[in-house]
């Protein structure tokens, strides 16, 4: 059966060459250097018009942990309503107790307000105290799919977790495999957890065009010289979409 791979991005153009590669869906992100906050309404409205396969954006209003304040909640509706509006096929999103619980009552709240849109509980899932019990509060709350690692470094780390995971799970919410997965790994953790979808988002350093400047100005607190970022990398996500098509076509 064919594996849907989620390609992470940051920018309309990586959405596009994701799209272009063979991903099935995207994760559309800011800031993935703290692990993906909300993109700017102007970013989702482009990627939606340009992409051709299903925008799913992270609804994060910060980096750091998942225990949310009642702003931050206020926050993250309205940031729903606002993608939602946008034309969004789904959204990511999610909260903790500072326990390691699950909070329900906050990620009920951003269910409803995302709601009749699928519903991916993103990695902090990974940071709870107990998986069975956080995949149990997620099956009570309606939550549609879970993007974790089985609570590991990576999804090849975690394998057995995300197969007992998805046993558990059964029919009833999907399980995204991610954490570092690539090319020659993908394969493996697909086969050994069972699951049908991927997610990765492997980066490169890119170089913008400006040349000229004047002096030894500095912008922000980074230590180069201000010209690089960081893109996806179009040759590993190949890698991993060749992979699986050769190995469950």
């Not at 942990?65 to 009642?70: K, N, P, T």
């Not at 149990?136 to 394998?159: F, M």
Request: proline share 4%.
């Amino acid at each position: 059966m064919p594996v849907l791979v989620e390609a992470c991005v940051d920018s309309v153009a990586d959405a596009v060459t994701a799209e272009r590669l063979g991903a099935g869906r995207i994760e559309l992100c800011a800031n993935l250097q703290e692990g993906g906050t909300t993109p700017s309404l102007g970013m989702v409205r482009a990627t939606v018009a340009k992409a051709g396969i299903p925008i799913f954006p992270i609804i994060r209003p910060r980096g750091g942990d998942f225990c949310y304040s009642a702003d931050e909640i206020e926050v993250m509706l309205r940031d729903i309503e606002a993608a939602k509006a946008a034309g969004v096929h789904g959204i990511v999103g999610g909260a903790l107790h500072p326990n390691g619980t699950i909070d329900e009552d906050g990620t009920e709240a951003l269910l409803e307000a995302a709601a009749p849109l699928p519903f991916t509980f993103h990695r902090a899932f990974d940071l709870t105290r107990d998986l069975d019990e956080a995949l149990d509060a997620c099956l009570a709350l309606g939550v549609t799919r879970i993007l974790t690692s089985g609570g590991a470094s990576t999804a090849l780390e975690g394998v057995d977790a995300l197969g007992r995971l998805r046993t558990r799970a059964g029919a009833r919410l999907g399980i995204i495999a991610g954490g570092t997965v690539r090319g020659d790994t993908a394969s493996q953790v697909v086969e050994r957890a069972g699951v049908l979808e991927v997610h990765t988002g492997p980066r490169r350093a890119a170089t913008g065009a400006m040349r000229a400047r004047h002096g030894s100005a500095r912008i922000g607190t980074r230590n180069d010289d201000g010209r690089g970022w960081q893109e996806l990398d179009a040759d590993a996500l190949a890698a991993v979409v060749q992979a699986l098509a050769r190995s469950h076509a």
